[in-house]
């Protein structure tokens, strides 16, 4: 196989965020003196300083992104995120937490996939209900079951918001997925209220595909 | 933009393509192709006639996917004898968007395909609609 390939190249690698981002600080060849010890002990790190070839390609995209960006899920059993960060060759996703957590990582081009896996995002019903009017923090409570819901089962808020590197370009897109009664996206109300409308996954990923053209250099040669 | 009408080989259909797009057609397959060679990014609208099929795909969007590259179902939409569907995938490395639509025309089972690189899809989706909508059935 030429092309890019789905799997992680290091299923192993399963580390807490801040070994991550030493790795990545490692790949600019500023290793963090407390964490050279652990990088080395678990074969991120060799005897000259260098990253090994096989987690070089996912640590200069921790280390020195092009662009990042933020997934964050609030759904009954909680709030989730994760970071993906995007480099010349690789897309990253860590979970955030405490804890250790497998790092994946993919070929650039594979981003939008990786959005996809993360946010859950695709087909939906479109049952043509109307608009209704909350809060983001009501819609996120009752998406927690802390509050009422003004719709029927469960239901998921996600997030996702990117910048580049140099910091002037960025974006997100917010989205309620109720399952069965299909996605919204949050639009201007009154107030503090905002109006919470139905949209079909189409639109939601051409709304993503802001973050898709400042993230991807899949332009063809001229 | 400026477009004009196509004929669809092995049908009486037509679609409006780009006047300045590349245009291909093949009808011994059943094949026209129209791609954007001019501009920086590669769009392409290609259909083709299975005239052995003569309803929609009990499952249009298991049929789209075939012989994609890490394809992602992205949405499914059905209605007045169409099905569409939208996927992302990797093609030639880059990442793809596609928007397909399912149409039976008396010949068979037309499927129309607009294809453009994921990064330029917030411009190009209305494109993929305009064209895609622009189908005109013999009856």
Partial sequence: MTGPVVAAPNPELVVPRRLLRALGAAARGEVPADARPELSERGLLGPDGLVPETVAATAVAVGSPLVTVRVTAVRPSGTGSADIWVGATRAVLHPEGQGSAAVVSVHRALLPQLIVRATGLGPRPRTGLPAFGATGADVAAACRGTAPAPWAGDAELWRVAWRNSAGDAGGDVAVLDRGPEGLWRPGAGQGQELTWSPVDAGAVWQALAALFALALDDRPAV | ?139
Wanted: hydrophobic share 45%.
């Fill in chain 2, 1 to 139: 933009m400026n477009t004009l009408t196509q004929q669809i080989p092995g049908t009486t259909s037509t679609v409006r393509v780009p006047a300045d797009w590349r245009t291909t057609t093949d009808p011994g397959i059943g094949l026209l192709a129209v791609e954007d060679m001019t501009g920086r990014f590669a769009s392409s609208l290609t259909t083709m006639l299975d005239p052995t099929q003569h309803a929609l795909s009990q499952a249009p969007a298991r049929a789209a996917m075939a012989g994609l590259v890490a394809p992602a179902l992205l949405d499914t939409d059905g209605g007045e004898g169409r099905a569409d569907v939208l996927v992302c995938h990797l093609a030639g490395g880059i990442s793809a968007t596609a928007k397909q639509r399912q149409v039976v025309v008396p010949e068979g089972l037309l499927v129309l395909t607009f294809t453009a690189a994921t990064s330029r899809w917030a411009v190009l989706a209305p494109v993929a609609d305009e064209l895609l909508d622009s189908l005109e059935r013999s009856s």
